[in-house]
């Protein structure tokens, strides 16, 4: 497979290509372009000129291409699933769920395409306010750019892309540079769905020269990231005043009270899941697990024998449930954070060790909070669990940290719950489920370092419109 970059409702020859291998196999999956500076440019000049286009179709158009991108990625699931899974070492299975979940996330843009609603005002509620009628309308800004991480090269991608679409804007994209292909396939399949031409670009290549130019260029009006909070802080220092929405990454808890005890076996399974799920590579993904003395011992004996049984392999593998990382650096530094972990005190419960290019699932016990794989993210197999005395002791050990994206709560105490949901500093807290759940139209985004916006469709599209109020006098 060899692809270029994707403009004007085509795929265009690059005039430099680099290679993308399978992390897992290191075999060639194909080469990719590696665009420029330039080509970055032509994309926004073509994206600011479709955007005279966008904004002459109804909601219902846009609505109906949404729609319609949904059916064609349906029939082409399979293809889908492929991709993700080799370029981004996902599970077949798990890339499949994507896929799903992408064909959900592009209804849900073309469901909201016809609920972008405004409000009444008051006015008479303002003393002098009387005989005038006010509403709000959400317009479109322009040009969103988008630049995405390599976890969900599909769905992530679309979270930018349906929400744009829907509210009639046009979209730049930068992909992850391990996983161009997915992305390429979503713009190939909008644009048989009868998305106007120059309506979507697709730059893969190198984010910093590549994100430089979206930054600089007045006509994008809004950037879109999805990354570390290393390069998302760089960018919203260099972004002016152009909208944002950062969504970045986490190390996040969760508690699990003495009141469990008898599920508990249900409850480390979702723990696991929590943690493990395509390899922890997920910005929601469990790191630190704070459990009452209680239901210790018997929470981390369930946890360790799950995890023993977790099958690694090639991600191609139907039977396959975690893969290699991403890539040998990320394999490295977690397993120097565990080992920095080990020297500081802490018992390898289950893994530790690296394993093709990945690490095995690796649960750590009495890790202090101010070792590496505790306080940072880890975007990888590792999870900690500390035990604490009680509820207050595992609020104070769960907002110590400078994140702040999710954290799940797991007891049959009602009051608890609700204290534990108000008090916790997170965009999200799951109560008594997957403490990774996510569903495509829930509203989406951190506070801390975490990041600052939502998204989840209907919250996106408010942040890709701007307000206006429109009054009326009438006596
Ligand atoms: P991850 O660790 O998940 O790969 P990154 O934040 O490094 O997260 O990358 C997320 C996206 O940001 C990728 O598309 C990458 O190319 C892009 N990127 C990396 N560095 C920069 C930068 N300096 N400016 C703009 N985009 C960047």
């Known amino acids: 497979m060899k692809k270029g970059w994707f403009l004007l409702g085509k795929t265009q020859a690059a005039a430099n290509y680099y290679q993308v291998f399978n992390p897992h196999t290191e075999n060639l ?22 955007y005279e286009k966008m904004k002459t179709l109804t909601s219902n158009e846009r609505a109906v291409i949404l729609f319609r991108a949904a059916e064609i990625l349906q029939n ?3 293809d889908g699933a492929r991709i993700i899974s080799q370029e ?29 609603n405004g409000e009444y005002i008051q006015l008479d509620a303002a003393e002098g306010g009387e005989g005038r009628d006010a509403y709000t309308i959400h317009e479109p800004i322009g040009v969103v ?35 161009p292909f997915s992305s390429l396939l979503l713009a190939e399949i909008l644009t048989e769905a009868g998305l106007p031409s120059g309506a979507i670009a697709i730059v893969p290549g190198d984010g910093k020269s590549l994100g430089e130019v979206m930054l600089h260029d007045e006509r994008v009006k809004k950037i879109s990231f999805t990354g570390s909070p290393e390069i998302g802080k760089l960018l919203k220092a260099k972004a002016g005043l152009k909208k944002m929405t ?10 699990i009270d003495q009141s469990c005890c008898e599920e508990i076996n249900e409850v480390a399974e979702k723990a696991v899941k929590g943690a493990f799920a395509y390899n922890g590579q997920v910005c929601l993904s469990t790191q630190r697990i704070y459990v009452h003395a209680e239901v210790f011992q018997d929470f981390v004996r369930r946890c360790s024998e799950k995890t023993a049984l977790l099958q690694f392999g090639d991600p191609l593998e139907e039977s396959t449930e975690v893969s290699s990382l991403i890539n040998k650096k ?18 390898i419960l289950a893994g530790g060790k690296k394993t093709g290019n990945g690490l095995e699932p690796t649960i750590l016990l009495n890790v202090p909070s101010s070792s590496s794989i505790s306080c940072k993210e880890a975007f990888g197999p590792v999870v900690i669990i500390n035990k604490v005395q009680d509820s207050e002791e595992a609020l104070e050990q769960m907002n110590n940290s400078r994140f702040g994206l999710n954290a799940g709560v797991f007891t049959n105490d009602l009051k608890q719950a609700l204290d534990m949901a108000h008090r916790i500093e997170a965009g999200q807290v799951l109560v008594n489920d997957v403490p990774t759940l996510r ?37």
Request: hydrophobic fraction near 35%.
């Open 88 to 116: 981004a070492c996902k599970p077949v299975t798990a890339a499949r769920t994507e896929v799903q979940r992408t064909i959900q996330t592009l209804q849900f843009s073309g469901e909201e395409a016809k609920r972008m």
């Open 330 to 347: 990320s394999q490295q530094r977690l397993y120097e954070w565990v080992k920095e972990a080990e020297t500081e005190g802490a018992e």
């Open 145 to 179: 750019g988008a630049i995405t991480p390599f976890n969900f090269p599909l769905n992530l991608v679309t979270h930018k892309v349906g929400p744009a679409i829907a509210a009639g804007n046009t979209i730049v994209v930068k992909p992850a540079e391990q996983t």
């Open 439 to 475: 569903f495509d139209h829930m509203p989406y985004g951190g506070v801390k370092d975490s990041g600052y916006g939502r998204e989840g469709v209907k919250y996106a599209i408010e942040e890709m419109t701007e307000l206006k109020m429109i009054s009326l006098k009438y006596r």
């Open 246 to 255: 950062l969504e970045l990454g986490s190390n996040s808890p969760m508690y």
């Open 29 to 50: 999956i194909g080469e990719a372009a590696e665009s420029t500076p330039a080509e970055m440019h032509e994309a926004i000049k073509e994206a600011n000129e479709a």
């Open 76 to 78: 082409r699931k399979e």
